[in-house]
Structures are given as C-alpha cells and as structure tokens.
C-alpha cells in the first residue's frame, strides 16, 4: 500500500512515516521542505500520485484559534481536492480527546478539521488521541528559566509512538468515520508529570480551564488504551 503522510516531518509525523515503513508500505512524505506545501497546493498533485491512503498529522504552533481553523479550513481543503483527483480511498485524521468538550482555541480549529474530514468527498477516519507524553516535556521547554508553570490539567496521556502505530493500522483499514478514542494506559496529572522531567527546576501548578481541569481531556466512554506507561517512556527518554 502507498501511504501519504501530510506533516510527515514533525516529530508525530516522522513516527507515522517509521511505522508505515516498519509494516512494509511506501510512503510518500508531505511537507515543505519535501517540496509541498498544504496551503497553496504546490506539489500536491505529484506527492499524492499513485497514493491509496493519505494520514493527516498536520500541526499549528499557535495559542489562535482564529489562525488554527484557518490553518486546518486551508490544508484539508486543498488536501481533500488533491485526493481526490488522485483516486485516493482513505483518509485518515490525527485529533484531540475533547475537543467535542473544550470548545476553545486550538481545539474548536481540530473540530472544524474533522467535520471537514467527515463530510468530505473521500471516506475518512478521525483518531482521537489524548495528550502525548511529549507534551509535558514541550511545557517544560516553552518558558526560559528555573521556574516552570503547570496547567492544573488532568489527562490519560500516551506515548507518540502509541498513537503512530494505532494510524497505520487504521489507515490500513477501511474508514471508520469516528474511530474509538486512544488513551495511554494511566490518569495523570500534567504538573506531576513535568515535575518527573524536570531535573531540578521548580515546577508551579496554575489553573487551567474548568474542563481541562476536571477531566473533560479524558475519554468519555470506551477507548483504545496505549501500551507504554509514562514511566517506561520517561526512563528511555532518560536513558
């Protein structure tokens, strides 16, 4: 199978493009610096040719969530089109845990991405996955200094690669529309898991929103749980 991988180049997406290999597949890379780009379709129609499913692990670092439904309107769109004159049959979607829940920001722009999706003219799979645990050690890192701050958040997170292979498999399949959810295998609260990365600085808890903090970034009804615990991916990224 020949597997196209939209944002294949972030640290979520070179995961993805490693695992379709891993299984087997070919696999076309989508990215700027591989000569395309989503939001004015340069090089798409080439990327995409021959392709039978498209994963879509697009990201925005922005706190907008005017600029990520933007973002995510302009790159599913152009992608949607490009796929389907490439005869591409499935199309896959990385979302958040949630966002049917936290209706702000970065997560009302994932939502507008999956209605697109799912309404679109190619059969599609939403995978909704909860924090990564990689996303505590990008907290620790977005301040300068010995003192961090941690978002009172409650989550289940679960390690990138978790959420990767769940992608191929499904890309592998036939669309789903929702898939069930994917969570890590443990509750965890976001200030104790920077604390276990923080090597030394101070780690202060701040509120975060009524939802984050009581529990609406958890799964609500059954889920898919990840195998690596927080510990086991702490310890290797130690190590």
Do not use: C
Not at 17 to 43: F, W
Not at 142 to 151: D, H, N, Q, T, Y
């Amino acid at each position: 199978m020949r597997m196209a991988v939209a944002g294949g180049t972030g640290w979520v997406g070179k995961l993805v493009v490693a695992e379709a290999r891993r299984r087997g597949h070919e696999v076309a890379v989508i990215s700027r610096s591989h000569g395309v780009d989503l939001t004015t379709g340069a090089g798409l129609d080439d990327a995409l040719r021959g392709s039978d499913v498209v994963i879509d692990v697009t990201n925005i670092e922005t706190l907008s969530g005017k600029t990520a439904t933007e973002f995510f309107e302009t790159e599913t769109q152009t992608l949607l089109a490009a796929e389907t004159k490439a005869g591409v049959r499935h199309h896959v979607v990385l979302s958040i845990v949630g966002v049917d829940r936290v209706g702000t920001g970065y997560y009302t722009a994932k939502r507008r991405q999956e209605e697109l999706a799912l309404a679109g003219p190619i059969p599609a799979t939403v995978l909704r996955a909860t924090q990564f645990y990689e996303f505590a050690e990008q907290m620790l890192g977005r301040v300068p200094g010995p003192v961090k701050l941690a978002p009172s958040m409650l989550t289940r997170p679960v390690a990138a690669a978790d959420v990767a292979a769940e992608l191929v498999g499904l890309a592998e399949g036939p669309a789903q529309g929702h898939a069930r959810d994917l969570a890590g295998p443990e509750v965890l609260k976001m200030p104790d898991m920077m604390r276990r990365l923080a090597k030394g600085k101070l780690v202060l808890t701040v509120p975060a929103g009524k939802a984050m903090a009581s529990g609406g970034l958890l799964p609500a009804g059954e889920f898919t749980s990840g195998k690596i615990t927080f510990e086991q991916w702490a310890a290797a990224r130690a190590g």
